[in-house]
Nanobody, 119 residues
Framework: QVQLVESGGGLVQAGGSLRLSCAASGRMFSIYAMGWYRQAPGKQRELVARVTSSGHTDYADSVKGRFTISRDNAKSTVYLQMDSLKREDTAVYYC?????????????WGQGTQVTVSS
């Protein structure tokens, strides 16, 4: 069974940095796009950044220039380096991956990791 396991969230002061990691495991044939979404209290889940299997990246306007997404295909892992964090970045961050496994191709989600930015 395919699983996405996240790590790296926590509490940080405004202006600080955090690095999130998400490792995919299980019987996988291919991993296509991988990405990070976030959901703040009372708000809808939104795309933060995504990276395709060929390395093309997309970012939400609110994080451009501050966040960097990358992936290590050999480790089936995607990272999100978050710099110059702001209070408005506080949210639960979810990893997402488009994976083709023995159960077919579908989206998978991690359990979420809390990021809290204090002033």
């Amino acid at each position: 069974q395919v699983q996405l396991v996240e790590s790296g969230g926590g509490l940080v002061q405004a202006g600080g940095s955090l690095r999130l990691s998400c490792a995919a495991s299980g019987r996988m044939f291919s991993i296509y796009a991988m990405g990070w979404y976030r959901q703040a209290p009372g708000k809808q889940r939104e795309l933060v950044a995504r990276v395709t299997s060929s390395g093309h990246t997309d970012y939400a306007d609110s994080v451009k220039g501050r966040f960097t997404i990358s992936r290590d295909n050999a480790k089936s892992t995607v990272y999100l380096q978050m710099d110059s964090l702001k209070r408005e970045d506080t949210a639960v961050y979810y990893c997402n991956a488009d994976i083709y496994s023995d159960r077919g191709r579908r989206d998978y989600w991690g359990q979420g990791t809390q990021v809290t930015v204090s002033s």
